[in-house]
């Protein structure tokens, strides 16, 4: 049964970098055929989805928040990343990394498999 | 960027009775790009269709979702305790993706 697990500090200062990983259990990222993404929940907007990757590096990226996202892939510990630059207090919310259920598309499905989510709070 | 809007905000009702749902898009989603997601208090939402109305892995049947276009609808047949939670819409037909508001269904 696929699992995903999000990890990463709880707090962190304004102008930072949040950096959060996600790892996956119970199925392997580099024979996978699906995309990997992050989204976000804070009382203020709601669900926002970040970006998606795919095991070819392939990426997507929400172009409000495209300046400041990198997501990456470490097949060799079957972990998918989270990198938000320069965080202000509006960045703030729980993270959720999750699965597309389509194959090979962020278009054909919705997001098959959360992880619990991560709360971030931002503060100095 | 779709907007999606969600109606009712809120919906009271009582276990055994129907719940409705729309989901109106600002835009056409692309025939039916259209996913519904279930969200209970410090869970993660659960999907619950996709493609407007294909039922997720281990949905039951009274819940079902029609739509196409910009206009979409999730009902929930004979309300359980268990389906009482917040739901929302989220596209899947362009990027950004992008989610509705979300509307709670709560014990009246």
């Known amino acids: 049964q696929l699992q995903l697990q999000e990890s990463g500090p709880g707090l962190v200062k304004p102008s930072e970098t949040l950096s959060l990983t996600c790892t996956v259990s119970g199925g392997s990222l580099s024979s996978s055929s699906y995309y990997w993404g992050w989204v976000r929940q804070s009382p203020g907007k709601g669900l926002e989805w970040i970006g998606s990757?795919?095991?070819?590096?392939?990426?997507y990226y929400n172009l409000s928040l495209k300046s400041r996202v990198t997501i990456s892939l470490d097949t060799s510990k079957n972990q998918f990343s989270l990198k938000l630059t320069s965080v202000t207090a509006a960045d703030a919310a729980v993270y959720y990394c999750?699965?597309?259920?389509?194959?090979?598309?962020?278009?054909?499905?919705?997001?098959?498999?959360w992880g619990q989510g991560t709360t971030v709070t931002v503060s100095s | 960027e779709i907007v999606l809007t969600q109606s009712p905000g809120t919906l009271s009702l009582s276990p055994g009775e129907r719940a409705t749902l729309s989901c109106r898009a600002s835009?056409?989603?692309?025939?039916?790009?259209l996913a519904w997601y279930q969200q209970k208090p410090g869970q993660a939402p659960r999907l619950l269709f996709y493609?407007?109305?294909s039922r997720a892995i281990g949905i039951p049947d009274r819940f079902s979702g029609s739509g196409s276009g910009t206009d979409f609808t999730l009902i929930i047949n004979r309300l359980e305790p268990e389906d009482f939670a917040v739901y929302y819409c989220?596209?899947?037909?362009?990027?950004?993706?992008?989610f509705g508001g979300g509307t709670k269904v709560e014990i009246k």
């Open positions: 835009q056409n989603v692309g025939s039916s790009n």
């Open positions: 990757i795919y095991i070819t590096w392939s990426t």
């Open positions: 989220q596209q899947h037909g362009s990027s950004p993706l992008t």
């Open positions: 999750a699965k597309h259920g389509g194959y090979s598309s962020i278009y054909t499905s919705g997001l098959d498999v």
């Open positions: 493609g407007a109305s």
